[in-house]
């Protein structure tokens, strides 16, 4: 059974950091991409960042010089760091793995909530 858990969310201020993980089981996780969305409340799950089995990543425009994303394969897990926070970055945050990035495979988790206060 595939499981992707988020966590690491938070409530944090303006400018501050937090660091999300997602831990995937059930999967070879070292030959999927990874990606991270969000979803804010009324509005859809948008892309936040990517990566490929083979570390190259990419990002939303609006989160690009704030946001990393990492993998370690040996911890089956992949990282969102988010520094620079801001109010706009305030959503429940996913997780999800495919062969090719956008080309998810399995069910959307929980996710987990950042709020960031102005």
């Known amino acids: 059974q595939v499981q992707l858990v988020e966590s690491g969310g938070g409530l944090v201020q303006a400018g501050g950091s937090l660091r999300l993980s997602c831990a995937a089981s059930?999967?070879?996780?070292?030959?999927?991409?990874m990606g991270w969305y969000r979803q804010a409340p009324g509005k859809q799950r948008e892309l936040v960042a990517t990566?490929?089995?083979?570390?190259?990543?990419n990002y939303a425009d609006s989160v690009k010089g704030r946001f990393t994303i990492s993998r370690d394969n040996a911890k089956d897990t992949v990282y969102l760091q988010m520094n620079s926070l801001k109010p706009e970055d305030t959503a429940v945050y996913y997780c999800?793995?495919?062969?090719?990035?956008?080309?998810?495979?399995?069910?959307w988790g929980q996710g987990t909530q950042v709020t960031v206060s102005s």
């Open positions: 059930g999967i070879i996780f070292s030959i999927h991409a």
């Open positions: 990566i490929t089995r083979g570390g190259t990543t």
């Open positions: 999800n793995a495919g062969l090719l990035p956008g080309k998810w495979l399995y069910s």
